[in-house]
T-cell receptor, first 113, second 116 residues
């Protein structure tokens, strides 16, 4: 069975600073990896996904993530954070048909003005 | 148009009551899910239905019963509500053809259930 860890429970950055949110997964086969964002009181919105091919994937809102098989990681990055990026970020791994997503515990991002 | 909708958005009820949460998706997806998000924001799958057939049933109390009248709807009925059932419940949907990669899931806005 797959599992996901997000080592940082809470990160605070200043507006305009760069951001990296860490995600590590455990899965025996090629994983399908996702990053979702949840704004306060809202549902989850997909930022980006990785299935195969180029290991650097671009997403919405200026986010990107890099899949590193050797490190079992799928870290999310943004070069310049905006105040509106303050939210909860979830990494998830899917294993295909009939298999549910397993979500990480989430990282809460706070942005200082 | 809302892709995945849930009703109600908020639900406050007394212990012991029975309640239902409805979910509808207009994306033409064949798989729908229910997740529970606890107070620490941890998301856990509860059920998954593909074309009205139950394919995932995690360890949840049998007081929780999903019902799928058609592949666009997956309702969650909860009997004899307990304090610990207080959480946010999310419905989601996706395409999941057998043998295909796990496609992204689209989430509803959530239903905040408070049991008093």
């Amino acid at each position: 069975a797959q599992s996901v860890t997000q080592p940082d429970i809470h990160i605070t950055v200043s507006e305009g600073a760069s951001l990296e949110l860490r995600c590590n997964y455990s899965y025996g086969a090629t994983p399908y990896l996702f990053w979702y964002v949840q704004s306060p009181g809202q549902g989850l919105q997909l930022l980006l996904k990785y299935f195969s091919g180029d290991t650097l994937v671009q997403g919405i809102k200026g986010f990107e993530a890099e899949f590193k098989r050797s490190q079992s990681s799928f870290n999310l990055r943004k070069p310049s954070v905006h105040w509106s990026d303050a939210a909860e970020y979830f990494c998830a791994v899917g294993a295909g048909y009939g298999q549910n997503f397993v979500f990480g515990p989430g990282t809460r991002l706070s942005v200082l003005p | 148009d809302t892709a995945v909708s849930q009703t109600p958005k908020y639900l406050v009820t007394q212990m012991g009551n029975d309640k239902s949460i409805k979910c509808e998706q207009n994306l033409g997806h064949d798989t729908m899910y229910w997740y529970k998000q606890d107070s620490k924001k941890f998301l856990k799958i509860m059920f998954s239905y593909n074309n009205k057939e139950l394919i995932i049933n995690e360890t949840v109390p049998n007081r929780f019963s999903p019902k799928s009248p058609d592949k666009a709807h997956l309702n969650l009925h909860i009997n004899s509500l307990e304090l610990g059932d207080s959480a946010v419940y999310f419905c989601a949907s996706s395409h999941s053809a057998r043998g295909a990669p796990g496609n992204e899931q689209f989430f509803g806005p959530g239903t905040r259930l408070t049991v008093l």
